[in-house]
């Protein structure tokens, strides 16, 4: 699925932030706007180009504020907040101390952080417990009523942030008569900026506070509460779900089956890793990343998501995010769901197993090019996936349940 550039990274970024336009993330003028001033693969004018378009609609938002203009003023924070934070996207080099990358993502938080008090029904920023210290989150309620609603819990995956989860799924939660708690874990966001904690493959660990959490909330009703896992989150999500028996369901968006399985290396070069050979290792796959805006930004992410100082380190702590030893414990229905053409984890059929191996009742939907859901994660086509998400809540993760009342959209 093409959008608007060659260069496969940037396309689907770009796709990314304009799909965000559904509620009020994105402007699609803008967005072709600004890609049509950047060469493909050069980074430097990526940055630079969103940047300037950040800090221009964020200009808007100033204005309208200074007006009274709350809805203008929401809509221009919304979209400020996106593309400051589809400016810093491929700032990996030295990530944890760019200070170009910590000035944009620290924009990109608070022009959120605006939108969201300005919102009809603004949402609660929390602290969910968590170790010695707490998780970031928000939690988006249907509305103040005492009575109980069926609620999501939403993470994303290796690239995804807090307040991405608003676009992903809690601004439709919300217009849909459902509370949404969504958070950030080890490995994402500020919790890997901030906190230095890196990914876990024990994500049960994470997800069993966070249910602690959402069903301590006044109005959550606790036969009623679904995890959904964004990307790697599908992998994680599933995983938690092996381990966590109060989920009334689970959403794999999309599914993981084994994290190792996305890199390709010729088998040289495993061996060196199995070998303990790093210093033939390391250069090789280096030289192979370097190739491609894609694998180049992957490799840095990758490292610094799970906290390995190699690409051979990195290799050896793929093999234990996967489902394999687990997938067969999860007693919740699952949503399944799968890309046509996903950049990530195209032909490794990765959904089909996760599917094969669940032996709770299970639903696997493969979303295509032709319907326009076809990207990873069906970005640019939101509403395919919300239609898909609750119509299976609706038949399978609440049975019995009453047609929640429609909440007041934001």
């Not at 210290?133 to 009523?145: H, I, K, V």
Request: include cysteine.
């Amino acid at each position: 699925m093409k959008f608007l550039f060659d260069d496969p990274a940037f396309d689907y970024q770009a796709l990314r932030a304009a799909g965000y336009a559904d509620f009020g993330g994105a402007q699609l003028g803008e967005v072709i706007a600004v890609a049509s001033r950047i060469p493909g693969g050069d980074t430097d004018a990526w940055r630079r180009e969103w940047s300037a378009l950040a800090e221009r609609v964020h200009g808007l938002a100033t204005a309208a504020l200074a007006q009274r203009r709350t809805v203008d003023a929401r809509s221009a924070l919304l979209r400020a907040h996106t593309y400051y934070r589809t400016a810093e996207f491929f700032l990996r080099d030295d990530p944890l101390h760019d200070p170009e990358a910590a000035r944009l993502m620290r924009l990109s938080k608070e022009t959120f952080a605006e939108a969201a008090q300005l919102m009809e029904r603004p949402p609660e920023f929390v602290r969910i417990p968590y170790g010695d210290g707490s998780l970031p989150g928000y939690f988006y309620r249907a509305d103040d009523s005492e009575g109980p609603r069926p609620t999501l819990v939403h993470h994303g995956g290796i690239d995804s942030t807090l307040e991405e989860g608003f676009f992903f799924i809690a601004a439709a939660a919300q217009a849909r008569g459902y509370h949404c708690l969504c958070f950030e874990g080890p490995g994402q966001g500020s919790v890997l900026r901030e906190q230095g904690l890196t990914f876990r493959p024990d994500w049960e660990e994470v997800v069993t506070p966070v249910v602690d959490f959402a069903l301590a909330q006044p109005g959550v009703d606790p036969e009623r509460v679904t995890l959904v896992g964004t990307s790697l989150g599908g992998l994680l999500a599933v995983r938690a779900a092996a381990f966590e028996h109060r989920l009334a369901g689970c959403v794999a968006h999309d599914a993981v089956w084994q994290l190792g399985d996305v890199v390709w290396l010729p088998p040289f070069v495993h061996e060196w890793v199995e070998q303990g050979c790093d210093d033939f290792a390391n250069p090789v796959m280096y030289g192979i990343a370097v190739q491609q805006t894609f694998t180049r930004w992957l490799l840095r992410q990758a490292m610094w998501t799970f906290g390995a100082e190699s690409p051979s380190q990195l290799l050896r702590r793929m093999p234990a995010f996967g489902l394999a030893d687990v997938v067969g414990q999860v007693r919740c229905p699952v949503l399944v769901l799968d890309a046509e053409e996903d950049m990530f984890f195209a032909g490794l059929e990765h959904a089909k197993k996760v599917y094969t191996g669940l032996n709770s009742p299970k639903t696997l939907h493969v979303f295509t090019s032709d319907e326009g859901g076809g990207a990873h994660c069906h970005s640019g086509s939101m509403s395919l996936f919300h239609d898909r998400v609750f119509s299976w809540l609706a038949e399978t993760a609440q049975p019995g349940a009453p047609e929640p009342e429609p909440a007041p959209s934001v």
